[in-house]
């Protein structure tokens, strides 16, 4: 069983689900699940495995869902059970069981890797690249120009195409795409950024694109105010919502003063590394 939840797990995360796994690490007395024992939920609420079943197995799901909703703990807890309804102790939480026994569960809460999609195989790209390489994150490079998106430049990547933009993003849907935690349109031409834009968003929603990424790929626009302004214009034009619109990062990258291609990529990458963490990156940190 444990085998195959982890594998479970894993081809969730895969697809760029969070997942909660939920594992039995002891019990004393007679508990409906044995030590081992898994179920692991992703963010759709679908799961599988089980703890034991019974009231024990609900409480456990419904914990799994809290921690796919909120922050309230990032990474996990430990939870320990009384399976009877007059259970007492140190932090038991009683349930109406007459099992008797006591189960205590380790829960963790695993983020997907970041795998980010660089449209655009230039300088920035190239630049960021080096810095998710160092941090182990995944990527792959879109770039009309061969050259710009081969296996010599880029050797780690995941997957490279240097087909036209109208075919890459033909081949692609909201599910394929959801492979990606981020899409950065980092074009040469800005003719090209912007057909990007509009097939991205054509292929979007207001419940497929938020700004943590939850439901589908972040996605980020390099340059300036200006740019973005005519992107906006002619995507309200193409009708796109002004809701998606406002979800899309233009400029990306915290504002930290970057002008080199090397410090732009400190820029976006730990723009991306606070979304990941759910970390607001305005916030003054408080030190003791």
């Known amino acids: 069983m444990t085998a195959t939840v982890m594998a479970w797990a894993l081809s969730r995360l895969v697809l760029g689900h969070r997942v909660v796994l939920a594992s039995v690490v002891e019990t004393t007395g007679s508990?409906?699940?044995?030590?081992?024992a898994r179920l692991a939920m992703a963010s759709d609420e679908q799961w599988f495995g089980t703890v034991g079943g019974a009231g024990l197995e609900m409480q456990v799901l419904q914990r799994c869902r809290e921690h796919l909703t909120t922050q309230f703990h990032p990474f996990g807890e430990v939870l320990r059970y009384g399976l009877n309804k007059g259970a007492k102790g140190y932090?038991?939480?009683?349930?109406?069981?007459?099992?008797?026994?006591?189960?205590?569960?380790?829960?963790?809460?695993?983020?997907?890797?970041?795998?980010?999609?660089?449209?655009?195989?230039?300088h920035c790209g190239q630049a960021i690249v080096k810095t998710l390489d160092a941090l182990g994150w995944h990527h792959s490079v879109h770039d009309t120009r061969t050259e710009y998106s081969s296996a010599k430049m880029y050797p780690n990547a995941e997957q490279l195409s240097s087909i036209s933009v109208s075919d890459f993003l033909q081949a692609e849907s909201i599910e394929t795409l959801r492979r990606f935690s981020d899409v950065l349109l980092l074009g040469h031409d800005w003719g090209e950024d912007q057909e990007r834009l509009l097939g991205l968003l054509h292929l979007f929603d207001e419940e497929n694109i938020i700004p943590d990424g939850q439901q589908g790929p972040r996605i980020g626009v390099i340059g300036s105010r200006s740019k973005w302004q005519a992107f906006e214009k002619t995507c309200l034009e193409q009708g796109i919502g002004q809701s998606i619109l406002d979800a899309v990062l233009c400029p990306i990258g915290l504002n930290i003063g970057a002008e080199s291609p090397e410090e732009i990529a400190i820029a976006v990458v730990a723009q991306i590394m606070a979304s990941y963490k759910g970390v607001d990156a305005d916030a003054p940190t408080w030190r003791t």
């Not at 508990?31 to 081992?36: A, D, E, Q």
């Not at 109406?96 to 809460?109: W, Y």
Request: charge should be negative; aromatic fraction near 0%; glycine fraction near 18%.
């Open 91 to 122: 932090q038991v939480t009683p349930l109406d069981s007459l099992c008797g026994g006591q189960v205590t569960l380790a829960i963790e809460v695993m983020i997907p890797m970041p795998h980010v999609l660089l449209m655009g195989g230039g």
């Open 31 to 36: 508990v409906p699940g044995k030590v081992g």
